[in-house]
């Protein structure tokens, strides 16, 4: 019986050495890992990191009608408006549900100053994506734009 222990006693050390030398190569693996690490990639516009943030988009367009009346998109009156025919689109932010296609024309709403744009330039702008109360339906907001043409 004294025997049978000793015995048991020496695969239950063999198997503790298996278990220990497992774990012990199973960490240095896991911080292996940890330490290569990929940076995620920037958005670039336009030479400039930054970002974007969720239902935005920045894109180039030309100016196709400047409306400085009130006008009413999705039940709701704005001061100014314009309509642009998209060019290029640079970037899309998640949660964009209608990205605009090139070569539509679009009206954007703005609370932005009008001042020295015109028909026929070419614009950098971001806008937001907004919801109109059916939530079936969207508008834009334009947030910022710059003449480049």
Do not use: H
């Not at 890992?33 to 367009?61: C, L, M, N, W």
């Not at 640079?90 to 549900?97: I, M, Q, V």
């Amino acid at each position: 019986m004294c025997r049978a222990f000793f015995i048991s006693l020496k695969i239950m050390r063999y198997f503790i050495f298996i278990l220990l030398s497992v774990s012990i190569l199973s960490c240095k693996a896991v911080k292996a890992q940890d330490t290569i690490k990929k940076k995620p990639a920037k958005p670039v516009y336009r030479g400039e990191d930054i970002g974007i943030s969720p239902g935005q988009f920045k894109f180039k367009a030309s100016v196709v009608a400047i409306n400085e009346a009130p006008a009413a998109i999705c039940g709701k009156s704005f001061e100014k408006t314009l309509q642009l025919e998209i060019l290029q689109i640079y970037l899309t932010g998640s949660s964009t549900r209608n990205v605009p296609t090139i070569k539509s024309v679009i009206t954007f709403a703005t609370l932005k100053s009008l001042a020295g744009l015109k028909k026929g330039k070419i614009i950098d702008a971001m806008a937001t994506e907004m919801l109109c109360k059916d939530v079936t339906q969207s508008y834009f907001m334009l947030n910022d734009y710059m003449v480049i043409q």
